[in-house]
């Protein structure tokens, strides 16, 4: 599936949609390495062969680099005039619930005044 998104990133790289999806998979993949590292790590290892070294070594080789792509997916949104709204982010965390006021939505007002019978 990350592959796909990687293609269509290559096919249309000035759709910020794809490479908006294709850095939430990489962020998703990334966090997906991340607990299934450390829930099979120690259990995989336990098995002394050459070829389950071999497949430890290569995912955390995989998990290194995938900050990388990252920032090069980041540097490439921004080249083809994408920015990513850090305001909007950090307001999410920072406000609290109460500082935001509601605004109502003012009723419409009539064009045309009404006619008394």
């Not at 269509?8 to 990489?26: C, G, M, T, Y």
């Not at 005039?81 to 307001?91: K, M, P, S």
């Amino acid at each position: 599936m990350m592959l796909t998104f990687g293609v269509w990133v290559v096919i249309q790289p000035s759709s910020h949609d794809a490479n908006q999806v294709f850095l939430i998979s990489v962020l998703f993949a990334l966090l997906n390495d991340c607990v299934l590292i450390g829930i099979w790590y120690d259990s995989y290892l336990n098995k002394q062969s050459s070829d389950r070294r071999f497949a430890v070594a290569f995912t955390f080789i995989n998990l290194f680099l995938k900050p990388i792509t990252i920032i090069f997916i980041l540097l490439g949104y921004q080249e083809h005039g994408g920015a990513f709204d850090y305001t909007r982010v950090t307001q999410a965390f920072t406000s609290s619930p109460g500082e935001q006021e509601y605004q109502g939505i003012p009723e419409p007002k009539p064009s045309q005044p009404q006619p008394s019978y």
